[in-house]
């Protein structure tokens, strides 16, 4: 089964804070992306990446960068948290363009 | 712009009785349509998926889901529901070239009456 897995569940940060999310995916996908996920909006694309060092925007990037430095791990980069960015972060992974193995989840609180 | 509708955001249905999750789709080519689930506190599961042909498509845990074309649909059904059926359902689109990500619905909240 393919695995994708994020650095931690729940997280709490200040407003300012700089926040690291990790994850890793242990199949050899291409594909990493990185979503949140807010009530009432369902799942909305932040970033992401077809290759080691390479990265796309997507639809909502602004406040957020990532890295992509081995094949296996995507971080999503908070550079100074701000409090409309608590919400639950989703990784994914994709070996092809479409279907997409989704990790837990991280929920994200910013204070 | 591809768009993925979802009009109902709260559906409750008793145990054993169908279930019907709407999906609407906007999109300029044949899409690539999928069904995902999330139980409480879990990730994202895939249901089903649609490429191509047949358009009555089967997936995990007894749901199916039928792509209508001319209607823009691809609604999810499951004939008697379960209570571990408890969940929150997100239809996606996807596979336009250049995008290599999913387009989500805003998600259909399903609560089972025992």
């Known amino acids: 089964d393919v695995k994708v897995t994020q650095s931690s569940r729940y997280l709490v940060k200040r407003t300012g804070e700089k926040v690291f999310l990790e994850c890793v995916q242990d199949?050899?996908?291409?594909?990493m992306f990185w979503y949140r996920q807010d009530p009432g909006l369902g799942l909305r694309l932040i970033y992401f990446?077809?290759?080691?060092?390479?990265?796309e925007k997507g639809d909502i990037p602004e406040g957020y960068s990532v890295s992509r430095e081995k094949k296996e791990r995507f971080s999503l980069i908070l550079e100074s948290a701000s409090t409309n960015q608590t919400s639950m972060y989703l990784c994914?992974?994709?070996?092809?363009?479409?279907?997409?193995?989704f990790g837990p989840g991280t929920r994200l609180t910013v204070l | 712009a591809q768009s993925v509708t979802q009009p109902d955001i709260h559906i409750t249905v008793s145990e054993g009785a169908s279930l019907e999750l709407r999906c609407n789709y906007s999109y300029g080519a044949t899409p690539y349509l999928f069904w995902y689930v999330q139980s409480p506190g879990q990730g994202l599961q895939l249901l089903l998926k649609y490429f191509s042909g047949d358009t009555l498509v089967q997936g995990i845990k007894g749901f199916e889901a039928e792509f209508k074309r001319s209607q823009s649909s691809f609604n999810l059904r499951k004939p008697s529901v379960h209570w571990s059926d408890a969940a929150e359902y997100f239809c996606?689109?996807?596979?336009?070239?250049?995008?290599?990500?999913?387009?989500f619905g805003s998600g259909t909240r399903l609560q089972v009456q025992p």
């Open positions: 199949m050899d996908h291409e594909n």
């Open positions: 990446s077809y290759d080691v060092k390479m990265k």
């Open positions: 994914a992974s994709s070996p092809e363009t479409s279907r997409q193995f």
């Open positions: 996606a689109v996807g596979g336009r070239p250049g995008r290599r990500a999913l387009t």
